[in-house]
Structure formats: C-alpha cells, structure tokens
C-alpha cells in the first residue's frame, strides 16, 4: 500500500528565465516576455514533495506568488488521502473562502489555486508510484467524475453523462492505453518557428529541422501586415508542402470584425484556423468571426487565456470553436481540465492545448494523453516548443516520427531542476544579480 503522507510545511519560489533575450514568445501582443512560474513545493512526512506551479509573465509573478502564499498554509497539516478521496470537494474549498470576493475563479486567484492543486496532483501521482496521465487513466469512470465539480455546467452535461461518456470509452481503453505506452497517442505541432523576432533564415531553417522531427502541423504568429504576413506563410508552406497543417495566431491583437476583413485575405492559403483573434472574453465575437470565415475555410481557436469551465461551455454553446485550447495552468489544475475534456467532446471540438510557454508541455503531454485516452478517444494534436527542457527533471520529449514521449516519471513532471533557481529564482539567482540580469 502506498504511504498517505501529511504535508508538513510548504515553499513558493519566484522563478524567471530571460527567454526575450532570445525573442521566445514573441508574439503581437507579447513583444518580450520572460517565461515565470510562481514554484510551490508541498514538504511532507512521507518520501515524496508535492511541486505545483502557475505560469506568468515576468513582472505578474509578483502577483501570483503572493497569491500562492496566502492560499498554500491551508493545507498544512493536512493528510494527502483526505484531500484526493474527495477532489472535486477539495477544488471547489480551494476556490472559497474570502479571497473568492477577489475574482470567482478567474484571475490570479485562479492560477494560484491551479499551482496548489497541481501540487496536490503531482504528490498523489508520485505516491501511486504512477505519472499523472497513467494514475488518471487507471481510475474508473466514477473515480474520474468524482474529481470534477459540475457546478456551473449541469445544463450541459452532468455527472451522470460524463460517466455515461466515460464508460462507452472504457470499452476500448485498453487499445489506446497500448497507444499511449508506445509514444504513439499525442502527435505533436511545432511552434518554435513561428516567433515573431525570427528571421527568415531562422524560420527556414528550424522548418527544415522540424520537418525531418516528424512534425505535420505548424503554427505562425501573425497581424505583422498582409502582405508581410502572406511572405512568412508562404515561406513556410514552400518548405514544408502543401499537405501540412498551417495555423496563424495573433495574440487577441484585433477587433471582431477588424479580424474577419483581415483574415479573408488568406483563404487560398489552406490555413486550419486563426487563434485569438479577438479579446479572450468576447465569447459572441469568436462566434461572428467563425461563421464569417466559414467560407473562406478559416476556423477559429482560442482557449489560452480562458480561466473556467464556464467561459469554454460558453464558446461551445456559441460554435464558437474549432479547438479548445485550453491551458494547464489557466483552469483550476487537473479537476477543470477534466470536466472541460468532457465538454469539448461532447460538442465533437478536437482539443489542442496551449503550451507555448517553459514547462507546458511537460504539463500538457499528459492532459493530451488522458483525453486520448479516456474522454474523446480520438488522436489530436499537441503543441511542442523546444525551449528550456532541460530545466525539468523529467523533460518533454518527442519521438522522431512527429509524436510526444508519454511520460513515465511518477508525478505530473512540474520538478524544476534546482540549478535553475541558483541562476534564474528571482531575484536573488546569479543571472538576475548579474549586470544584464539587473538592467
Ligand atoms: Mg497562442
């Protein structure tokens, strides 16, 4: 029997690498950003430490590791089994309390509460001796809906549909679960190449790398001009053929109908969708520009900055989608990841997460293979962007035919190697002290 440790004491560490030195990120809306985690680590009796993080941006991790702090002393003496045997009960305890008045799961409270129950995830995992993807994989439909709150989506599924849902997959698990084990269940699109700070030969370049990676599916940063826009795709699509998967991201950079006038102009370019057109919120707006971009072949995706199951049943209910992006870090950990799986495949939406940033697709390699596994069944694709692996103690990876490496460490692979924060913790690390750390 595994051991049902008590969390005894807890550290949050402010965590920034320099990516803009290398335009990583770069985006329309984003023009440098330093990738930062707000790094909670649960102490506990027991062997394991359970490591939770949420993603930000630079200067916000001021914010969301103070918000870490004030949520992580309520689980302090609290034993690991009377947290994980209710965990939808612990997600919606986290989400209360005073600090809810702040914003109702959304906000920095959100991510806050996301980086304290990825901890709690990742020590279960270890505990179990399992990675995350496979501890969720193993549970039984009613262990699986027992971890959702369905608060706010009854009136499109309810937990008597999800095991429904659940159960139908189940029949045939075991084929995928072989899948999985073999690195063939996530095939993987490339991002890399498609910063904004990149020079031409730079994109040519890491296009000729990726194509002999594997990789069949690419995405560029946009809204640079038409015309200048048109000259990257074009690029692109001449290095790697006419069969690959184009998609375009602006970063919210437009107006709704700024972005269906804007994006006419690209029909004959064979893109599968534009990614954030419009501001994040604009649930309706998405709507207008998918059905205006119908007939021009144009879908529409977004989901990285959409923080609750409420907000993507919303853009479901809208047909708002041709992906969910939904974001490890933007939701409320593994719990509202689950029940938005579960939305996105009753309203047939392929999910595609969001990992663009440090540490997202360690995280996300294993939300992807959960919903090939248990929820949708069928393949999607998952991003890949090759910056700081190495920083992690156990590393995205993928496999030379285009496929990321199922994970394999107990745990959900939030460790972050410790020679990080003796040069990257903010703002005592060598890096941050040093003169270019320090301008
Ligand atoms: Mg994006």
Redesign the pocket.
Same mark, same amino acid.
């Given at each position: 029997m595994p051991a049902d440790p008590t969390i005894t004491g807890f550290t949050v560490r402010d965590l920034r690498w320099p990516t803009s030195l290398d335009n990583i990120g770069s985006d329309p809306m984003n023009l440098a950003g330093e990738n930062a985690f707000g790094y909670l680590q649960f102490q506990t009796d027991g062997e394991h430490i359970g490591t939770g993080w949420s993603f930000s941006n630079g200067q916000g991790n001021d914010v969301l590791c103070a918000a870490i702090r004030s949520l992580a002393p309520r689980y302090v003496g609290r034993k690991l089994s009377s947290l994980t045997a209710n965990m939808a009960e612990t997600q919606r305890k986290c989400v209360s309390g005073q600090v809810r008045f702040m914003s109702p799961e959304r906000g920095v409270l959100q991510l806050a509460c996301c980086a304290v129950l990825n901890a709690l995830w990742d020590l279960w995992a270890k505990v179990e001796g399992k990675p995350l993807w496979r501890l969720v994989s193993d549970f039984t439909p009613e262990e699986f809906v027992r971890c959702i709150d369905f608060r706010y989506i009854t009136d499109e599924i309810t937990p008597e549909q999800a095991l429904e849902m659940l159960r139908k997959q189940a029949k045939t698990k075991h084929e995928r679960l072989d899948l999985a084990t073999s690195n063939k269940a996530v095939p993987a699109y490339n991002t890399s190449i498609g910063w904004l700070g990149l020079s031409d030969d730079q994109v040519r370049e890491g296009l000729k790398k990726a194509v002999t990676q594997g990789f069949k599916h690419f995405k560029i940063k946009g809204a640079q001009g038409v015309e200048a826009d048109r000259k990257r795709l074009s690029l692109v699509r001449e290095i790697v053929g006419p069969s690959a998967v184009l998609m375009v991201?602006v970063?919210q950079i437009w107006d709704v109908d700024e972005a269906i006038t804007y994006m006419k102009n690209f029909s004959d370019l064979g893109l599968w969708f534009i990614? %954030?057109p419009t501001s994040p919120d604009d649930v309706l707006g998405h709507a207008k520009i998918r059905e205006a971009l119908k007939p021009y072949n144009i879908g529409v995706a977004t989901g %990285?900055h959409v923080n609750n199951r409420v907000m993507f049943k919303q853009l479901l209910q809208a047909n708002a989608l041709d992906a969910v992006q939904l974001d490890a870090c933007r939701l409320c950990s593994v719990n509202e990841i689950l029940s938005v799986l579960l939305l996105a495949a009753k309203f047939n939406v392929p999910v595609v997460p969001?990992s663009?940033g440090a540490g997202m697709v360690e995280l996300c390699s294993h939300i992807s293979t959960i919903d090939f596994v248990c929820v949708s069944g069928k393949e999607s694709i998952l991003e890949y962007t090759d910056h700081l692996h190495e920083a992690f103690v156990a590393p995205a990876k993928i496999t030379d035919n285009g496929y990321h490496v199922s994970p394999t460490v107990p745990g959900y692979s939030c460790d972050v190697k410790e020679a990080e924060f003796e040069k990257f913790e903010a703002s005592a690390g060598s890096f941050w002290q040093a003169e270019q750390g320090r301008r």
């Open positions: 991201d970063n990614e %954030e %990285e969001h663009g």
